[in-house]
């Protein structure tokens, strides 16, 4: 009996490489492309990860690119680097403001995009609205060094205008630019200003796909204009709209759309309001990197990415529950 | 788009008059607070260097001078990098967006044997990174060091653009494909021919993403090139900002600096809108892919 | 007979010394090594000296008369980034030649794998050298290994202290006050701290409107220095406590306390501008010239430089005058400035280099009081004429054209210093700098041992703990300056301390007083 079912067995096997082949061949093309890109990636990507080995070793650049493989295991059994990290006195700021500034970034900048291009769309004039979308990408390509330059002549106390008007209207001066409490503010609001009009192109671009006779038929059953945004514009763009999201959340660390965190802590940020500048990603090349200090930087970047990848599963997995929409 | 729909007789509801009006504030005030600080720049763009320090520049240049102009056009291998910066940015787009539009598309197919695979393995490296040094070996290997395909060959792909790309393409009903495979087309043409024009504003904007990047990226060009001739825009204008910075951090101060008339406050945006120029030309033209819209029902 | 002899003696003798002084090396010798060959060649070149505006060799007046004089000839790279030279290092790409500042980068370099020993390279190709160096800028620039990679530029050894006619660094941080503002409140005598303090106070009282004393985190320390601590040119820097061990400047609790509380006190009185503990260069400039400064601490260079462009902004009231002494704290000179003279930047040959004998060559010539000049001043009579004794400079030729102070491969400080003067000198209005290198002078004690103390070198133990201590140092202090209360600023300081105790700053006075009894020691025989 068993004689026969092992050779059912066999031949089932036989049969389903089989179709496996035929399957394969049938999408070779498509097979052809992904491939091309997984070797691609696999050489320019992975291949470099190797390098990730110093984040627990005592490495030392002099030591050269053998010595990343030759290097000495750091103390405490590799993770030297990382304790250190969590030992520092400023470990629990650095993490505090991370998280804080980015989940408001999050809060704040993400919906803005979004309710942009819903407004550019719901525009008549065509001219003005194409006039008004360039215009808006603007600040994307002024780079915060600039941004900061601009913020300082304006908030600056020796001859910044708000000031100036500030003490014409017989108020105190405001330390915008050392003052703790003021650093998240300008934070956000400068990112959200930043990235608003860059982003708006993804959701302008998913809105221009939606196919027109969707809104013919509502407007013929006598939808009003908003429930044609509720109904029509918005759930056309969902699954834009999550995988955004999910992205977003992934490169939470780096902070808002575009990964602010590090310019505005480098720029904005200075030894005053320290205590509420400093981010994660900023503090990887304080502490590690302008202080040649690769194996601390790559232990504190390892930690990051591991950090990103879990948001990204997490909300990933959230947004196929709730909205049947996912990266993968 | 409803525009072209609007019966100019309908009369204007009252919610048309609100929705109006909310969306011409929600303009206005975009409009304004993004060319606002544009037109800043150009103003001190156009300022003396020393003068613009005193502060007090708003809306129109005190002491007008092309000399920050003069002092950015006036670096050697401008032009040079310049060429080299267009030809990367052309060729390193259109490249970029086709390998990776082709991984995209093979990939948001659900049937795709491996598919899984394929796409946690293009998850995990947009989140890990081995750092510079092992690029620099591998670079130094493959040859790529101090030749123009260090700008072109690591960035045939990118993680994010695929991405998007990968969601856009899933939105495209089955039933488009399958009539074109019975017609007999093969899933290289079914892409070219029908999956690309169809998603045109994702690539309009795949295109000017990585097209933006390319042009604005300097880090490459300042760790792997150190032919002068090979250099792009964007890291000569870094050198020069950096130039023009103050010298503070030296112990033994800096005797020539009373003899370089412009500063880093001008100099910045002079070399920013040198570098965003080009950009503003090439935009309108991919715009109109992405504003305009496209009529999905005529394809059918 | 015995006269006969005796002139035979002094004759031999005569000869001796005769041919003795004529196979003595001197800058203007034929055996020079790099007068032997002068054939073209070109070496790949990095440097960090970012504000030069050229970037290429060959297109100014100094480089290229080196090129005539030398054949030797460069392909440059200017820094873009502060990684860069690591990164290099690490993956083998340094260029032939590296001529950098900075603490971590000349650690990064001064390592028998990466570059050639210059006293190997001197023995091997150009041993007439070992005559024509001072044997204090090599004790300086030895390591630990017994081998020098460089000699530094700018090093001020015993000569240049004995020297009254040399000053201090134009870089010195000095206090400026507005002089029409001062006349106002009667010209006060400003010697002490509490004087500086009234003064402040009565100028506020009298412009309310004006930002009173700005002190940037850069050039700050004039202040701190009265207080006794000491001026730290690197941050690693070490000084020497009552028990005769070396240890860290900012650890100092009993030294630091009295100056962050009197710092305090001027803020809370809105005297000192908050704002401007945050400033850099170009922004303390910026508050300077909007016009509404009283008093502002600087380098001794920025007063002229300022008070020059001020000049020639329309409608300008503003001359700054600098204060030519440091001021007493309770009636005692706390001052406590040593200065070693590590120099400032080093010139280094990389392994990578092909043919190391030439650079070698080339730096005999830079060393030469010849070379020294023209790579300072610029080429004679083209760049600058000689008033005084001091260089002024053409004004004719930019910058640019000119080529001075970025190819200057082995400055001396004492060249440097006289361009300085001859520039002050074109007009007194703006020649301030003049004296106040000479009146800062005497602040000033010279220990080479100090000097010799080594930084922590990156990625070891001590350096992991001294990059938290500076870390600390710099976030924790304006935070205690811009304390509300009293009570605020003192806890601040007990709990910066107490973090800094936490972070091992045992361990790393422990490392400095290591080295410096060492030093001491080797020194001593």
Redesign the interface.
Same mark, same amino acid.
């Given at each position: 009996m068993s004689v026969i079912n092992k050779a059912k067995e066999k031949s089932n096997y036989k049969a389903r490489i089989k179709r496996s082949l035929r399957r394969f061949y049938a999408q070779r093309w498509l097979q052809l492309f992904a491939i091309l890109g997984f070797v691609y990636i696999l050489i320019f990507n992975y291949l470099p990860m190797l390098g990730i080995q110093i984040a627990f070793k005592s490495y030392k650049p002099s030591m050269g690119f053998k010595g990343m493989f030759t290097a000495p295991l750091a103390r405490n059994y590799g993770f030297y680097h990382f304790i250190s990290f969590l030992k520092d006195p400023n470990f629990s700021i650095v993490m505090r403001n991370t998280v804080g500034l980015s989940l408001m970034k999050l809060f704040f900048s993400f919906p803005v995009p979004i309710l942009f291009a819903l407004a550019l769309n719901e525009m008549r004039h065509i001219k003005i609205k194409r006039i008004v979308q360039t215009v808006s990408y603007l600040p994307h390509f002024i780079s915060w060094v600039i941004v900061y330059g601009i913020l300082f002549s304006f908030l600056n106390t020796s001859n910044g205008v708000i000031n100036s008007l500030l003490q014409s209207l017989g108020k105190e001066k405001m330390e915008f630019l050392t003052g703790k409490e003021y650093y998240y503010t300008i934070a956000v609001i400068s990112d959200i200003w930043k990235e608003m009009g860059w982003w708006s192109i993804i959701f302008l671009a998913a809105i221009s796909g939606i196919d027109q006779t969707q809104y013919e038929a509502a407007k013929v059953d006598g939808a009003s204009r908003f429930r044609c945004i509720w109904s029509i514009t918005l759930p056309n763009i969902k699954s834009t709209i999550m995988i955004v999201l999910i992205l977003a959340i992934g490169s939470l660390i780096r902070g808002g759309m575009g990964g602010s965190n590090f310019d505005q802590s480098y720029l904005l940020g200075n030894s005053l309001n320290y205590e509420r500048s400093v981010t994660l990603p900023y503090y990887v090349y304080e502490m590690g990197l302008a202080q040649q200090r690769f194996s601390y930087a790559t232990a504190i970047g390892l930690f990051q990415s591991v950090i990103s990848l879990l948001l990204v599963l997490i909300s990933n997995y959230v947004s196929d529950k709730l909205t049947g929409s996912s990266l993968f | 788009m409803l525009a072209t729909y609007k019966n100019k007789r309908i009369k204007r509801s009252t919610e048309d008059y609100i929705i109006d009006f909310v969306v011409a504030i929600i303009v206005c005030f975009v409009f304004f607070v993004t060319v606002y600080p544009f037109w800043y720049c150009i103003v001190l763009s156009f300022n003396e260097g020393t003068d613009a320090l005193r502060g007090g520049i708003y809306f129109w240049p005190r002491k007008i001078t092309l000399e920050n102009y003069n002092a950015v056009i006036g670096i050697d291998y401008i032009p040079t990098a310049f060429m080299v910066s267009v030809a990367r940015t052309l060729l390193g787009t259109v490249l970029c967006v086709v390998f990776t539009g082709l991984f995209a598309f093979a990939i948001s197919h659900k049937k795709l044997m491996g598919r899984k695979i394929y796409i946690t393995a293009m998850i995990i490296i947009m989140y890990f990174s081995g750092g510079l040094i092992p690029q620099y070996m591998l670079y130094k290997t493959m040859g790529l060091m101090n030749s123009f395909w260090v700008y072109i060959i690591p960035n045939l792909f990118s993680a994010f653009n695929a991405v998007i790309m990968m969601n856009a393409f899933r939105e495209i009903p089955d039933s488009l494909e399958e009539a074109a495979i019975i017609d007999g087309a093969n899933d290289m043409r079914v892409f070219f021919q029908i999956v690309f024009p169809i998603s045109m504003p994702t690539m309009a904007t795949m295109a000017l993403y990585s097209g933006v990047w390319h042009w604005n990226t300097w880090t490459d060009s300042a760790f792997f090139i150190s032919n002068k001739s090979l250099k792009t825009l964007s890291n000569v204008m870094i050198n020069l900002i950096n130039q023009s910075e103050s010298a503070a951090q030296t112990m033994v101060g800096n005797i020539n600096q009373s003899q370089v008339t412009y500063t880093a406050m001008t100099l910045r945006p002079a070399a920013m809108i040198i570098c965003v120029i080009p950009i503003a030309i090439v935009y309108p033209f991919l715009q109109k892919h992405f504003v305009k819209g496209v009529m999905l029902g005529s394809i059918k | 007979m015995k006269k006969f002899t005796t002139l035979l003696m002094a004759l031999i003798i005569c000869l001796f010394a005769f041919s003795n002084a004529l196979t003595q090396t001197t800058w203007d010798s034929d055996n020079l090594a790099w007068k032997q060959n002068k054939d073209p060649i070109t070496f790949?070149l990095y440097h960090n000296m970012?504000? $030069?505006?050229m970037?290429?060799w060959g /297109?100014d007046h100094v480089s290229q008369r080196v090129t005539e004089d030398t054949g030797i000839s460069f392909?440059v790279?200017? +820094?873009?980034?502060?990684?860069?030279l $690591? &990164?290099y290092? @690490? %993956?083998? +790409?340094l260029?032939e030649a590296v001529f950098v500042?900075g603490g971590?980068n000349k650690d =990064?370099l001064e390592?028998y794998?990466?570059c050639y020993a210059w006293d190997e390279l001197i023995d091997q190709y150009a041993p007439e050298m070992w005559d024509l160096i001072d044997k204090s800028d090599i004790q300086l620039a030895t390591k630990s290994d017994g081998h020098f990679y460089t000699l530094y530029t700018?090093v001020r050894n015993q000569e240049y202290w004995d020297d009254p006619g040399q000053g201090v660094?134009?870089?010195e941080n000095v206090l400026s006050f507005r002089q029409d503002v001062l006349e106002e409140l009667g010209n006060p005598e400003i010697n002490t701290v509490d004087d500086l303090y009234n003064v402040l106070k009565a100028a506020k009282e009298l412009h309310p409107?004006m930002?009173i004393y700005v002190q940037p985190?850069?050039?700050g320390t004039y202040l701190s220095r009265c207080f006794g601590v000491p001026y730290s %040119?690197t941050q690693g820097a070490a000084t020497i406590n009552d028990n005769g061990e070396a240890e860290w400047v900012f650890g100092q609790k009993d030294v630091l306390s009295p100056y962050l509380e009197f710092a305090n006190k001027l803020f809370r009185e809105g005297l000192l501008?908050?704002?401007s503990?945050?400033y850099?260069?170009?922004?303390c /400039? @910026? @508050?300077v010239?909007?016009?509404?400064?009283f008093c502002y601490a600087g380098?001794a260079?920025d007063v002229d430089?300022w008070n020059? @462009?001020l000049d020639?902004?329309d409608g300008n009231k503003a001359y700054y005058v600098a204060l030519r002494k440091i001021l007493t704290v309770d009636g005692e000179l706390l001052v406590n400035d040593t200065w070693g003279s590590p120099g400032?930047a080093g010139f280094y040959i990389t392994r990578n280099c092909k043919e190391p004998g030439r650079l070698i060559a080339l730096m005999e010539y830079m060393r030469s009081p010849y070379a020294d000049k023209l790579t300072q001043w610029g080429v004679p009579e083209l760049d600058y004429d000689m008033v005084d004794g001091f260089p002024v400079q053409n004004e004719d030729y930019?910058?640019k054209e000119r080529g #001075?102070?970025v190819w200057y491969f082995q400055a001396s400080f004492a060249v440097?210093n006289m /361009?300085?003067l001859g520039?002050a000198l074109k007009d007194e209005r703006f020649a301030q700098t003049a004296h106040l290198v000479l009146d800062y002078k005497p602040y000033w004690k010279y220990d080479v041992n100090l000097s010799l103390i080594a930084n922590a070198e990156?990625?070891t133990y001590e350096? #992991?703990v001294f $990059?938290?201590l500076d870390? =600390?140092r710099?976030?924790r202090?304006?935070?205690i300056i &811009?304390a509300k209360t009293e009570e605020e600023c003192k806890q601040g300081i007990e709990e910066f301390f107490a973090?800094l105790d936490?972070?091992e700053l045992d361990v790393y006075n422990k490392f400095l007083n290591d080295q410096y009894q060492a030093i001491k020691s080797r020194n001593a025989e």
């Amino acid at each position: 009996m068993s004689v026969i079912n092992k050779a059912k067995e066999k031949s089932n096997y036989k049969a389903r490489i089989k179709r496996s082949l035929r399957r394969f061949y049938a999408q070779r093309w498509l097979q052809l492309f992904a491939i091309l890109g997984f070797v691609y990636i696999l050489i320019f990507n992975y291949l470099p990860m190797l390098g990730i080995q110093i984040a627990f070793k005592s490495y030392k650049p002099s030591m050269g690119f053998k010595g990343m493989f030759t290097a000495p295991l750091a103390r405490n059994y590799g993770f030297y680097h990382f304790i250190s990290f969590l030992k520092d006195p400023n470990f629990s700021i650095v993490m505090r403001n991370t998280v804080g500034l980015s989940l408001m970034k999050l809060f704040f900048s993400f919906p803005v995009p979004i309710l942009f291009a819903l407004a550019l769309n719901e525009m008549r004039h065509i001219k003005i609205k194409r006039i008004v979308q360039t215009v808006s990408y603007l600040p994307h390509f002024i780079s915060w060094v600039i941004v900061y330059g601009i913020l300082f002549s304006f908030l600056n106390t020796s001859n910044g205008v708000i000031n100036s008007l500030l003490q014409s209207l017989g108020k105190e001066k405001m330390e915008f630019l050392t003052g703790k409490e003021y650093y998240y503010t300008i934070a956000v609001i400068s990112d959200i200003w930043k990235e608003m009009g860059w982003w708006s192109i993804i959701f302008l671009a998913a809105i221009s796909g939606i196919d027109q006779t969707q809104y013919e038929a509502a407007k013929v059953d006598g939808a009003s204009r908003f429930r044609c945004i509720w109904s029509i514009t918005l759930p056309n763009i969902k699954s834009t709209i999550m995988i955004v999201l999910i992205l977003a959340i992934g490169s939470l660390i780096r902070g808002g759309m575009g990964g602010s965190n590090f310019d505005q802590s480098y720029l904005l940020g200075n030894s005053l309001n320290y205590e509420r500048s400093v981010t994660l990603p900023y503090y990887v090349y304080e502490m590690g990197l302008a202080q040649q200090r690769f194996s601390y930087a790559t232990a504190i970047g390892l930690f990051q990415s591991v950090i990103s990848l879990l948001l990204v599963l997490i909300s990933n997995y959230v947004s196929d529950k709730l909205t049947g929409s996912s990266l993968f | 788009m409803l525009a072209t729909y609007k019966n100019k007789r309908i009369k204007r509801s009252t919610e048309d008059y609100i929705i109006d009006f909310v969306v011409a504030i929600i303009v206005c005030f975009v409009f304004f607070v993004t060319v606002y600080p544009f037109w800043y720049c150009i103003v001190l763009s156009f300022n003396e260097g020393t003068d613009a320090l005193r502060g007090g520049i708003y809306f129109w240049p005190r002491k007008i001078t092309l000399e920050n102009y003069n002092a950015v056009i006036g670096i050697d291998y401008i032009p040079t990098a310049f060429m080299v910066s267009v030809a990367r940015t052309l060729l390193g787009t259109v490249l970029c967006v086709v390998f990776t539009g082709l991984f995209a598309f093979a990939i948001s197919h659900k049937k795709l044997m491996g598919r899984k695979i394929y796409i946690t393995a293009m998850i995990i490296i947009m989140y890990f990174s081995g750092g510079l040094i092992p690029q620099y070996m591998l670079y130094k290997t493959m040859g790529l060091m101090n030749s123009f395909w260090v700008y072109i060959i690591p960035n045939l792909f990118s993680a994010f653009n695929a991405v998007i790309m990968m969601n856009a393409f899933r939105e495209i009903p089955d039933s488009l494909e399958e009539a074109a495979i019975i017609d007999g087309a093969n899933d290289m043409r079914v892409f070219f021919q029908i999956v690309f024009p169809i998603s045109m504003p994702t690539m309009a904007t795949m295109a000017l993403y990585s097209g933006v990047w390319h042009w604005n990226t300097w880090t490459d060009s300042a760790f792997f090139i150190s032919n002068k001739s090979l250099k792009t825009l964007s890291n000569v204008m870094i050198n020069l900002i950096n130039q023009s910075e103050s010298a503070a951090q030296t112990m033994v101060g800096n005797i020539n600096q009373s003899q370089v008339t412009y500063t880093a406050m001008t100099l910045r945006p002079a070399a920013m809108i040198i570098c965003v120029i080009p950009i503003a030309i090439v935009y309108p033209f991919l715009q109109k892919h992405f504003v305009k819209g496209v009529m999905l029902g005529s394809i059918k | 007979m015995k006269k006969f002899t005796t002139l035979l003696m002094a004759l031999i003798i005569c000869l001796f010394a005769f041919s003795n002084a004529l196979t003595q090396t001197t800058w203007d010798s034929d055996n020079l090594a790099w007068k032997q060959n002068k054939d073209p060649i070109t070496f790949s070149l990095y440097h960090n000296m970012t504000w $030069a505006p050229m970037d290429v060799w060959g /297109k100014d007046h100094v480089s290229q008369r080196v090129t005539e004089d030398t054949g030797i000839s460069f392909d440059v790279e200017i +820094q873009s980034n502060a990684q860069q030279l $690591a &990164t290099y290092v @690490a %993956g083998g +790409q340094l260029p032939e030649a590296v001529f950098v500042f900075g603490g971590a980068n000349k650690d =990064l370099l001064e390592n028998y794998d990466i570059c050639y020993a210059w006293d190997e390279l001197i023995d091997q190709y150009a041993p007439e050298m070992w005559d024509l160096i001072d044997k204090s800028d090599i004790q300086l620039a030895t390591k630990s290994d017994g081998h020098f990679y460089t000699l530094y530029t700018h090093v001020r050894n015993q000569e240049y202290w004995d020297d009254p006619g040399q000053g201090v660094s134009y870089g010195e941080n000095v206090l400026s006050f507005r002089q029409d503002v001062l006349e106002e409140l009667g010209n006060p005598e400003i010697n002490t701290v509490d004087d500086l303090y009234n003064v402040l106070k009565a100028a506020k009282e009298l412009h309310p409107e004006m930002v009173i004393y700005v002190q940037p985190e850069l050039n700050g320390t004039y202040l701190s220095r009265c207080f006794g601590v000491p001026y730290s %040119g690197t941050q690693g820097a070490a000084t020497i406590n009552d028990n005769g061990e070396a240890e860290w400047v900012f650890g100092q609790k009993d030294v630091l306390s009295p100056y962050l509380e009197f710092a305090n006190k001027l803020f809370r009185e809105g005297l000192l501008s908050q704002e401007s503990l945050t400033y850099d260069q170009e922004q303390c /400039k @910026a @508050a300077v010239m909007a016009g509404n400064v009283f008093c502002y601490a600087g380098q001794a260079y920025d007063v002229d430089q300022w008070n020059k @462009a001020l000049d020639a902004v329309d409608g300008n009231k503003a001359y700054y005058v600098a204060l030519r002494k440091i001021l007493t704290v309770d009636g005692e000179l706390l001052v406590n400035d040593t200065w070693g003279s590590p120099g400032f930047a080093g010139f280094y040959i990389t392994r990578n280099c092909k043919e190391p004998g030439r650079l070698i060559a080339l730096m005999e010539y830079m060393r030469s009081p010849y070379a020294d000049k023209l790579t300072q001043w610029g080429v004679p009579e083209l760049d600058y004429d000689m008033v005084d004794g001091f260089p002024v400079q053409n004004e004719d030729y930019s910058w640019k054209e000119r080529g #001075d102070n970025v190819w200057y491969f082995q400055a001396s400080f004492a060249v440097e210093n006289m /361009k300085a003067l001859g520039t002050a000198l074109k007009d007194e209005r703006f020649a301030q700098t003049a004296h106040l290198v000479l009146d800062y002078k005497p602040y000033w004690k010279y220990d080479v041992n100090l000097s010799l103390i080594a930084n922590a070198e990156a990625n070891t133990y001590e350096g #992991d703990v001294f $990059a938290t201590l500076d870390n =600390l140092r710099k976030t924790r202090m304006s935070s205690i300056i &811009t304390a509300k209360t009293e009570e605020e600023c003192k806890q601040g300081i007990e709990e910066f301390f107490a973090a800094l105790d936490s972070a091992e700053l045992d361990v790393y006075n422990k490392f400095l007083n290591d080295q410096y009894q060492a030093i001491k020691s080797r020194n001593a025989e």
